[in-house]
């Protein structure tokens, strides 16, 4: 038998909104207010195109569209208005189709998992207990990073608290800015449909593959290498 | 100088949500509403991509994806439920930029133009004034024909109302389901990313031309042929 380097066994890591949970139109509808109140006017697929990077350079991507100018202060209080929006619509928030059995499912059978999102902490952490996993699951937020999406550092340490090396993980993510940052981590991006992306701009971005939710990504796991050990 | 056939002045069929004014998220949000208070609970990202369709198609068509049935007594309620839900909220949908000024710009260079939804009639006659037209121009509504979209019906009875061949108009639209109905009026279709459909989504449905929005047209009528007569 011809000794080859063994690969390593399959780690995840998931990105949070549209992803897990379905709060991707109260993130947009929490934008939208959040711009208004400082005189910006923008169309709502402005916006949902743009959800899941971080929040300074979507401010500043969508300004950008509009031809506007923002000082760093206006930048900052836009984004505290959003984390203030979206935390009056949290309650509405729930977990995607299979998302709570996607997670048991991988805890059960010894795969690694994290959780890593543009969101802040507090708007993340009440996430765990719809998701139905515990308090101290592996969560990386905004708060713990330097960079958000698209820059990789949010799925690097992922990694990192799993103990793998970033390049033998699967990223899981509804938008081209996860794929585009799952890439400069080396990892294995995968698209799901469930944030509103199409199909064809998750595939462009270069998705591994593309599911329709988590409840597809759970019967299709054999697709992605993950065997019972 | 070789005779030949002369090809017909332009002419406009529009749709209404997503194109001319920004109310897809209020639609997904009240069929969300509507959906649950029958007791199916969808993912938002379903239903944006029904939006657009006749409401007997779309509910039947997001049933199908979750394996439900419903009576035609059901579909017609939640038909009901939705109509009131996003009456609730027509108080916060605005003209898409650019909007107005197109229309405008048709009227005053002499190019003819109708409206035409898969939307009911005291939904759809609200944005007349929001977008600045006349009262009495040229609208098409569910109440109007047989079948909704992805049927020609609606871009058919436009260009009739317009006393126009239905093949020599330009129906605009943001969603799959006017570019296919379109092709079955046998009309040209042209795309516009304003109502969250990806540009390639539009395009693999045989868009003629895909633009961002209302705005972006307007500047860009001499690639379908406007000119001042």
Redesign the interface.
Known sequence: VTSYPQPAPPAFVFDLD?TLV?S??QH??AWQEALREIGI?L???RI?RKIGMSGGLFVRGVLRETGRNLTDDEVRQAQELHAKHYRERIGGV?P??GAPELLAHLTEVGVPWAIATSGQRRGAFPMLARLGVAEDSPLVTRDDVSWAKPDPDLFLAGATLLGVDPADTVVVGDSVWDLLAARRARALGVGL??????R??LE?AQAYRVYA?PAELLISLDELGVRRR
């Open positions: 549209g379905d991707v139109y947009v509808i006017d169309s709502v697929w949902h729930r995607l189709p449909l469930s944030g509103g992306y199409g064809e701009e462009r939710d």
